[in-house]
């Protein structure tokens, strides 16, 4: 299923093309929000179609306008030339096994599209898409207990019918011992097991690290993607609120964000 929407930025979006009747109907595989700056000459990286196949992509191509430019306007400059883009983009996804909708937005302000976007489609992650020769093995970074129920929905739904090796890992939080660690964890392997995944896919590590997303990115030089949970206030704040010199320089492969579920309002 492929669903091609062009969009501006805008609520709701001014969508110039009908949706697909069949989007948002494909409920058993869980979504993952991909942005990719299309016109600035993002591509998917080596790695995502094999990472997302078992998920349903929203893609989203976007580009950023200056504010004295109509939406309007750079949709009939740009749009032809981003969507070929991004349908061919989408066909790789599609020929791998993922399930693809597509979005082009001409936006004034990328974290707010962002933002939108994940809660119009109800995604479970967003993809910081670097690229990895393989995926074969995934850190997933779990601390405390919010949005656990999520990052077991999305690993068990991209990994479980896979051979991906998962590492459950968890650095302690202050007056947190080891067996607390470790309780923990054993907790969301049994969950993961229960949705699905071998018992012997799944590997535990219980840290007692400083910085968390230094030790992370430490652990994840092991990996081929890394699993994480969405930082406060936003995940734009992981997006878009460092350099991605600064992501490349703390891990090179793909991250998968997981999102706090939104209040309703």
Do not use: W
């Not at 020929?95 to 979005?103: I, K, L, Q, S, Y």
């Not at 601390?143 to 990052?151: A, E, K, L």
């Not at 007692?208 to 949970?229: F, L, P, Y």
């Not at 206030?233 to 997981?258: K, N």
Request: charged share 25%.
């Amino acid at each position: 299923m492929t669903d091609t929407t062009p969009s501006d930025d805008t609520t709701p979006p001014d969508d110039t093309t009908p949706p697909d009747d069949t989007a948002g109907t494909v409920t058993d595989r869980p979504a993952v929000l991909v942005p990719l700056e299309v016109l600035e000459g993002e591509s998917l990286p080596a790695g995502t179609t094999e990472l997302l196949s078992n998920a349903h992509v929203v893609l989203l191509g976007y580009h950023v306008i200056p504010e004295q430019t109509a939406a309007e306007q750079a949709r009939a400059q740009f749009g032809e030339t981003a969507m070929s883009k991004l349908e061919e983009f989408a066909g790789a996804l599609t020929d791998a096994g993922a399930t693809v909708e597509v979005r082009l937005v001409f936006t004034h302000d990328e974290r707010t599209t962002v933002d939108r976007l994940i809660y119009e489609y109800d995604c479970l992650a967003v993809l910081v898409p670097n690229s990895t020769d393989r995926v074969e093995s995934v850190l997933v970074a779990l601390r405390g207990t919010v949005g656990i129920d999520r990052s077991a929905r999305l690993v068990a739904g991209l990994f479980a019918e896979s051979d991906v090796a998962v590492t459950l890992y968890h650095a302690l939080d202050e007056g947190e011992s080891p067996a607390d660690g470790e309780s923990f964890l054993d907790g969301v392997r049994a969950d993961l097991v229960e949705r699905g995944m071998d018992p012997e896919q799944i590997g535990v590590a219980v840290e007692d690290a400083g910085a968390a997303v230094d030790a992370i990115a430490r652990h994840g030089e092991n990996h081929d993607a890394v699993v994480m949970g969405e930082t406060d206030p936003s995940v734009t704040t992981f997006v878009f609120g460092m350099p991605s010199e600064q992501v490349a320089e703390r891990f090179l492969g793909p991250v998968l964000v997981v999102q706090r579920k939104r209040p309703e309002e």
